[in-house]
């Protein structure tokens, strides 16, 4: 399963979902924002304009969500 994190520097929400998907034990990527502009694109076109934005198993969602992280557990 390939788990894309896409993020800005000193995002505390980031921060979080980071921590909670390493508490469950799953790998994910982290994609800066702020140097991937293709990547930037990508999100805006999902219809996001907060970070982060997580990207799983075919769902995608903004903000820190325990329970969306927890179900990919």
């Keep these: 399963m390939t788990i ?4 800005k520097p000193s995002c505390v929400q980031c921060n979080a979902t980071y921590r909670a998907l390493e508490k469950i ?3 994910f990527n982290i994609v ?3 140097e991937d502009d293709a990547a930037f694109n990508h999100v805006q076109s999902l219809g996001y304009k907060q970070v982060p934005v997580v990207e799983a198993r075919g769902d995608h969602w903004a903000g820190f969500r325990p329970d969306k992280i927890a179900a990919l557990g």
């Design 32 to 34: 800066d924002l702020s």
């Design 25 to 27: 034990g799953v790998d």
């Design 4 to 7: 894309t994190v896409y993020s």
